[in-house]
């Protein structure tokens, strides 16, 4: 490829305008439309990785939109009426290809760069964790971009129709959507008997990905090997299509893309717990003496270290040899709709749980305490509040002597959770002392085991 043909191609083609038309619509996506992407943890900002699957995410509707650009790209020489003209020319028809794809690539690549750039910028100032592991999610997500427009590229110069591109652009939404949606999930159903969905191997053959949910989850090895295996197989059709110049020619292009397509499904994991994976170096744990986070929030450690201590020494006057020794950031990660599972000893915390992210010094050892009492058993992904919430905020009224919702109760809810849990607090506060202590015990092994209702307890009734 000629780098004087290829700098001609850049000025004066609109290949420029691809990576226009794909930066500026995910910018005023993330920016202007608010979502979980400007939230907690995973935030697109907050972190590497979640700033790579965030980004990813955008393919979606990026993807499906670069494949009808490239596919205008694909019809230049039709629409001009030159076709014959250059097929008549000595100069090799994959040369002409290859400055075609090769600009569009350069700046679709560009683009999506830049929007990464703009993240890690604010990534950068908000975590002291730096890594790679995040790089091959964006460089995956980069090589679905140019395999898209290549493969449009090449289908329109098989099929020189005006109808083409919105016809492959629509096409390539209702695969992404398919895949996200439907085709490329399995109905499961959890130990309680709920069901839910996750990801199967098909899937992993879209350019989006799942929400982040959790900073140090990412994609593993052997998602980013066969979704490249597929890709290259898409880009070599494409390529193959822009050449071919007989209908036997362009039949034979098709074999790449059919091939990249059932290796792929032969390396992607079928296992959701196998395309997902945790991150072990940025799940590491970071410790001051008994109160630990992983590497991803260190920073939030100092802040979190003396109202830890502090709820550790308060539980354990309150509850003796049967109170929690520890204070750790919860790295586990069960499937969507499944119950939580606690620990006696250990009290373990999300930081993009209400009553914890927000709150800092006497707040936020109120917050563990409730936490280290009744840790919650709504199933994971899914959201409520009630009979736990309530439970947790008598609880850790109990050990500290007086009775006020926790500082991430939603301000719509306060006067609930006074109306419910102030009655329960009373009737429990007349009780002897032994008698209250009993409660409390009964209460947190319900919460624990997740077999009971904990506030029923304390009201007085038997766990469910």
């Given at each position: 490829?000629?780098?004087?043909?290829?700098?001609?191609?850049?000025?004066?083609?609109?290949?420029?305008?691809?990576?226009?038309?794909?930066?500026?619509?995910?910018?005023?996506?993330?920016?202007?439309?608010?979502?979980?992407?400007?939230?907690?943890?995973?935030?697109?900002?907050?972190?590497?990785?979640?700033?790579?699957?965030?980004?990813?995410?955008?393919?979606?509707?990026?993807?499906?939109?670069?494949?009808?650009?490239?596919?205008?790209?694909?019809?230049?020489?039709?629409?001009?009426?030159?076709?014959?003209?250059?097929?008549?020319?000595?100069?090799?028809?994959?040369?002409?290809?290859?400055?075609?794809?090769?600009?569009?690539?350069?700046?679709?690549?560009?683009?999506?760069?830049?929007?990464?750039?703009?993240?890690?910028?604010?990534?950068?100032?908000?975590?002291?964790?730096?890594?790679?592991?995040?790089?091959?999610?964006?460089?995956?997500?980069v090589l679905f971009l140019v395999a898209g427009a290549v493969l449009g590229m090449g289908a329109a110069r098989a099929l020189p129709s005006p109808l083409t591109p919105p016809a492959l652009a629509m096409g390539a939404f209702v695969f992404t959507a398919l895949m996200h949606m439907s085709v490329g999930r399995t109905t499961t159903g959890t130990a309680d008997g709920l069901t839910t969905t996750e990801p199967n191997r098909i899937s992993l053959l879209s350019p989006t990905v799942e929400d982040a949910r959790k900073a140090f989850v990412t994609l593993s090895a052997s998602v980013h090997v066969g979704q490249t295996l597929w890709l290259l197989g898409m880009a070599a059709t494409g390529f193959a299509l822009l050449v071919a110049a007989t209908p036997r020619a362009r039949l034979t292009a098709l074999t790449p893309v059919l091939a990249g397509a059932a290796i792929a499904l032969l390396v992607l994991p079928a296992d959701a717990r196998r395309m997902y994976v945790v991150d072990k170096a940025a799940a590491e744990l970071v410790c001051d003496g008994p109160v630990c986070v992983t590497k991803t929030q260190q920073a939030r450690l100092a802040d979190l270290a003396g109202p830890g201590k502090e709820a550790l020494r308060l539980l354990h006057g309150a509850l003796g040899d049967q109170a929690p020794d520890s204070v750790r950031e919860n790295t586990a990660?069960?499937?969507?709709?499944?119950?939580?599972?606690?620990?006696?000893?250990?009290?373990?915390?999300?930081?993009?749980?209400?009553?914890?992210?927000?709150?800092?010094?006497?707040?936020?050892?109120?917050?563990?305490?409730?936490?280290?009492?009744?840790?919650?058993?709504?199933?994971?992904?899914?959201?409520?509040?009630?009979?736990?919430?309530?439970?947790?905020?008598?609880?850790?009224?109990?050990?500290?002597?007086?009775?006020?919702?926790?500082?991430?109760?939603?301000?719509?809810?306060?006067?609930?959770?006074?109306?419910?849990?102030?009655?329960?607090?009373?009737?429990?506060?007349?009780?002897?002392?032994?008698?209250?202590?009993s409660r409390i015990k009964a209460m947190r092994t319900a919460a624990l085991s997740c077999e009971g209702d904990p506030f029923d307890v304390l009201s007085g009734g038997a766990s469910r």
């Open positions: 490829m000629n780098g004087h043909v290829l700098r001609i191609e850049l000025r004066r083609s609109a290949a420029p305008w691809a990576g226009v038309v794909v930066l500026v619509p995910a910018l005023v996506f993330l920016y202007v439309l608010g979502g979980a992407w400007w939230n907690g943890t995973t935030a697109w900002t907050a972190q590497w990785t979640p700033l790579a699957l965030w980004t990813r995410s955008l393919l979606f509707y990026l993807w499906p939109l670069t494949i009808g650009l490239g596919a205008l790209q694909g019809l230049r020489d039709h629409r001009s009426r030159m076709s014959e003209l250059l097929a008549s020319t000595p100069r090799p028809a994959r040369h002409r290809a290859a400055t075609l794809a090769g600009a569009t690539a350069i700046t679709l690549t560009a683009a999506f760069m830049v929007l990464v750039l703009v993240g890690g910028v604010q990534v950068f100032a908000h975590t002291e964790y730096t890594h790679l592991g995040w790089l091959p999610v964006s460089l995956v997500g990660v069960p499937p969507e709709g499944s119950t939580p599972r606690w620990s006696r000893k250990t009290v373990l915390i999300d930081f993009d749980d209400d009553i914890v992210a927000a709150v800092k010094g006497r707040e936020l050892t109120r917050a563990l305490i409730a936490k280290g009492m009744v840790p919650g058993c709504t199933p994971v992904g899914w959201s409520g509040f009630g009979g736990d919430e309530f439970a947790q905020t008598v609880a850790a009224g109990w050990v500290l002597g007086d009775l006020k919702p926790l500082a991430g109760t939603p301000a719509s809810l306060r006067g609930t959770v006074e109306a419910e849990t102030r009655p329960v607090w009373k009737k429990l506060q007349a009780l002897p002392r032994a008698e209250q202590l």
